[in-house]
């Protein structure tokens, strides 16, 4: 892995926008990403990642309807030791609008953008995430083998690894490499996006910003092999399944997943004071209990 460069500074964006159309009626009231996955609410894991990543400064980005919700559960993210920032998103414009809202926070840093529906789990994520971050410029994607690549966006990779070539939702894939919502991008990212042409849609596709990224032979692909799990959450049954996996996974273990107080406090944001008033806010609760342990442990 390459030596970190202290000097660049790290931001995080969550895209929490959309309409969640495939979980009406019950996203009519409230927004995918405040459902629970098992015991936790949606937002929570990519909230975590970033938080493992070391980002501190993060913008959640919303809609109008559901940014009060939001704040109502992280608030300014003081209790995590970290800086939360809100912004809404008008409509759904594509994915890498987020860079257009977020220009004037993403300032001179590089950015991290995960979606916040994403739920991501595996020994060596951390590894991963300080590996994309040691490339001061340039951008870095991530790769996961699916069953189904014609629902994604795939990278097609050369005899070496590299990326050959980015298709959006392939009708006959020649890889079974799906890019999933978690992406590293450096300083120049909000005015490349200007660049990026509207698609069909009318969205801000970002795939197209990734070529933009690979003509210039900056782009960097990890690839999640076996023992990650990158878990869809947009439908019914994929959130079940979703809950289903966390809860085993947690009752063998004995560890929550994405507790971000326990991240926080294990990074030396916040003290055991601290995590200990969030454990007896929540005392009915095993989320609540976890917590207690780790001040009673440590």
Known sequence: MKKNNKSVKWKGIILAGGYGTRLKPVTKAISKQLLPVYNKPMIYYPLSVLMLAGIKDILLI???????NFKAILGSGKNLGIKLHYKIQKKPNGIAEAFIIGQQFIGTSNVCLIL???VL????????LKNAMSRSKGA?????????PSRFGIAELDKNNKIKKLVEKPKKPKSNLAIIGLYFYDKTVA????RVKKSPKGELEI???NKLYHQKSTLNIEIFGRGFAWLDTGTYESL?????FIYIAEKRQ??????IEEIAYNNGWISKKTLHKVARENSNTDYGKYLLNIVKNK
Request: aromatic letters at 12%; charged letters at 20%.
């Open 254 to 259: 004995g560890l929550q997943i994405a507790c």
């Open 207 to 209: 795939t197209d910003l």
């Open 191 to 194: 005015e490349l996006t200007k």
């Open 240 to 244: 079940i399944d979703a809950s289903n």
């Open 121 to 128: 789990y595996g020994q060596g994520l951390k590894f991963f």
């Open 140 to 148: 870095t994607i991530f790769g996961y083998p699916v069953k189904d």
């Open 62 to 68: 919303t809609t109008k309807d559901n940014i009060n």
């Open 116 to 118: 916040g529906d994403n």
